[in-house]
């Protein structure tokens, strides 16, 4: 591998700068990605392309300079081979015909499926991006965190409250438990394949933890993203739980490698509490992107020295918002470039 730094970074070995990658960085703010994504029929055609998957995979890598590709997917596609179909309808986002709401729903879906059937072509994906990348940077490999896909199949697209998937929690804790149990197993599978395929990295979006309380975090998540990490030990795995700051105690305790942290986390109490046993992966406000270049500079320099740790992964707290311009994307990239460790 020509540029390991992110292996480096998510192992505790030595490194001379930290690596930096940015989550949505495929799509989204670049127009070589909409031309792309112009050229076919919808999002969903997109993401069962395996070649044009590959060439989106890599135009961060060779426009951005980032340190690392990640397969261009969604973490929709799981739901989808479980058995719960969706179209992404445009300016919306996810929609999904049918949804889990009561124990008789879960006939529509199976948690008993040859994941390398249904999910081929990510793996081919995967397989081809590794290729193509020839060893140039690491690609990572991706799931939703079990609690996060489980929000999508009761809700059935974005929710501002997520009420229907609360609701179950309190009606039917036995349903919750039952569908998040099958989705880990379906994930956990989806995952090993990935790194049979030639992922070097796969990171867990849990986007959806913020609505949980802590307590229900140690119900309802916790036990399945435990199971998740016990079961990935060949490459490094990181969990991101956005806006889960009330369970970054409980998070710490996981056997992973790496924990991201959105802008909100605190740096300083989370290096307390993991030591030096883990990498910590963020956390700039993708909103500072909207600033002026000697902010974003400013900003960043001060998100580096507060990690006070090698133990870093640069990233942005959350993924990058679609509107951003991409010259100041590539300051906050150039920024962690020229940042010397000593
Ligand atoms: O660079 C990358 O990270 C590309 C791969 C990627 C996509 N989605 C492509 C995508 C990844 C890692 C995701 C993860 C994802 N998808 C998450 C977790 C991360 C997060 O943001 O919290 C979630 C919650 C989803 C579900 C999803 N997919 C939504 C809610 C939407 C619509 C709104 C949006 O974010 O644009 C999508 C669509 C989607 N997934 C797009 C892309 C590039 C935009 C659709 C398009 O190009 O038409």
């Known amino acids: 591998m020509k540029n390991d730094l992110l292996i480096r970074a998510a192992k505790g070995e030595s490194i001379d700068r930290y690596p930096v990658w940015i989550m949505r960085q495929a799509g989204r703010i670049l127009p070589e990605y909409r031309a792309v994504r112009s050229s076919v029929k919808d999002f969903k055609a997109l993401v069962k392309n395996p070649e044009l998957c590959c060439e989106v995979t890599l135009q961060?890598?060779?426009?951005?300079?980032?340190?690392?590709?990640?397969?261009?997917?969604?973490?929709?596609?799981?739901?989808?081979?479980?058995g719960l179909d969706y179209e992404m309808i445009e300016q919306k986002g996810p929609w999904f015909e049918k949804t889990i709401r009561t124990s008789d729903d879960l006939s529509l879906i199976s948690g008993n499926i040859d994941v390398s059937d249904r999910l081929s072509y990510v793996l081919e994906a995967i397989s081809l991006t590794k290729k193509t990348l020839d060893g140039r940077v690491p690609l990572i490999g991706f799931a939703g965190a079990p609690w996060t896909i489980f929000c999508y199949m009761v809700e059935g697209k974005g929710s501002k409250t997520f009420s229907e998937s609360r609701k179950i929690l309190?009606?039917?804790?036995?349903?919750?438990?039952?569908?998040?149990?099958?989705?880990?197993?379906?994930?956990?599978?989806?995952?090993?394949?990935?790194?049979?395929?030639?992922?070097?990295?796969?990171?867990?979006?849990?986007?959806?933890?913020?609505?949980?309380?802590?307590?229900?975090?140690q119900e309802f998540c916790l036990p399945y993203l435990t199971k998740i990490c016990n079961a990935i030990t060949e490459i490094p795995i990181t969990i991101f739980a956005k806006g889960a700051s009330a369970s970054l105690s409980d998070l710490a305790k996981l056997n992973c490698n790496i924990l991201g942290l959105d802008w909100?986390?605190?740096?300083?109490?989370?290096?307390?509490?993991?030591?030096?046993?883990?990498?910590?992966?963020?956390?700039?406000?993708?909103?500072?992107?909207?600033?002026?270049?000697?902010?974003?500079?400013?900003?960043?320099?001060?998100?580096?020295?507060?990690?006070?740790s090698k133990r870093h992964i640069v990233n942005l707290g959350h993924g990058i918002y679609p509107d951003t311009d991409f010259e100041k994307v590539k300051t906050f990239i150039n920024t962690v470039k020229n940042h010397e460790i000593n």
């Open 60 to 82: 961060p890598v060779d426009i951005l300079g980032v340190d690392a590709a990640i397969i261009f997917s969604d973490i929709l596609v799981v739901p989808e081979a479980m």
């Open 170 to 217: 309190y009606q039917n804790p036995i349903l919750a438990h039952n569908l998040l149990s099958q989705i880990t197993d379906v994930t956990i599978e989806y995952l090993k394949l990935q790194m049979k395929h030639g992922a070097d990295l796969v990171q867990v979006f849990d986007s959806w933890a913020g609505i949980l309380s802590r307590a229900q975090y």
């Open 264 to 308: 909100n986390m605190d740096i300083n109490s989370t290096r307390e509490l993991v030591n030096e046993t883990k990498t910590l992966q963020g956390n700039l406000d993708p909103c500072v992107l909207y600033g002026t270049q000697q902010n974003i500079e400013l900003e960043t320099k001060k998100m580096l020295s507060s990690f006070k």
